[in-house]
């Protein structure tokens, strides 16, 4: 059975950063396309980051420059770097296993400005 489950939300001011965390039992992060979604109420889930078994990367216009998908296979997890966080990044952040469609809970990100 797939689990995905984030970390790493929480409050922060803007200008600053934060990093998510996607720890994946089930399946190997290394080779599955591996994303980050995010989602306001009221809106559409949209993607914002997506890493391929070959670390291929793929950002949202809104995020590049500022966001970094990485993996660490020895630890069967996938980040989120954010940084120049911005008030419209707020909203909850899910992790998404491609291949497997397997979503994680989701981690509340809100940016103050």
């Known amino acids: 059975q797939v689990q995905l489950v984030e970390s790493g939300g929480g409050l922060v001011q803007a200008g600053g950063s934060l990093r998510l965390s996607c720890t994946a039992s089930?399946?190997?992060?290394?080779?599955?396309?591996m994303a980050w979604h995010r989602q306001v109420p009221g809106k559409q889930r949209e993607l914002v980051a997506s890493l391929t078994s070959d670390l291929r990367t793929k950002y949202a216009d809104s995020v590049k420059g500022r966001f970094t998908i990485s993996r660490d296979y020895t630890k069967n997890t996938v980040y989120l770097e954010m940084n120049s966080l911005k008030p419209e990044d707020t909203g909850v952040y899910y992790c998404y296993a491609i291949i497997r469609n397997s979503w994680g809970q989701g981690t509340q990100v809100t940016v103050s400005s």
């Open positions: 089930g399946l190997q992060v290394s080779t599955d396309t």
